[in-house]
Nanobody, 124 residues
């Protein structure tokens, strides 16, 4: 299983970014996918999960209404659109393949794989 994130960068407060995660090594269309993040000096935070298509999505309260998860099964890619960013959103963002369809876990043991992450820095 391989997950490769991209799209991070530096952005000003209020700005937007779209993160991408290209998956390989497993049946992507038959897999739920998640995004998690870890900020500097902070623990891991679960952000969002998407079902087999774009009809089932779940979000953490901290990002609901600002972040949007989506997927393109033809490209084996899951996205996370970040908007109305603030400094608290500064973190390394990871996509992950959860073991459970209902998982909001932050434990690596509850995922088949994580990517290496893409850094998002929000500052003025």
């Amino acid at each position: 299983i391989r997950l490769v994130e991209s799209g991070g960068g530096a952005v000003q407060p209020g700005g937007s970014l779209t993160l991408s995660c290209v998956a390989s090594g497993f049946d992507f269309g038959d897999s739920y996918m998640s995004w998690v993040r870890q900020g500097p000096g902070k623990g891991v935070e679960w952000l969002s999960r998407i079902g087999y298509d774009n009809s089932v999505t779940h979000y953490a309260d901290s990002v609901r209404g600002r972040f949007t998860i989506s997927r393109d099964n033809s490209k084996n890619t899951v996205y996370l659109r970040l908007s109305r960013l603030n400094t608290d959103d500064t973190a390394m963002y990871y996509c992950a393949k959860p073991k459970s369809r209902s998982s909001t876990s932050i434990s690596a043991a509850d995922y088949f794989a994580w990517g290496r992450g893409t850094q998002v820095t929000v500052s003025s």
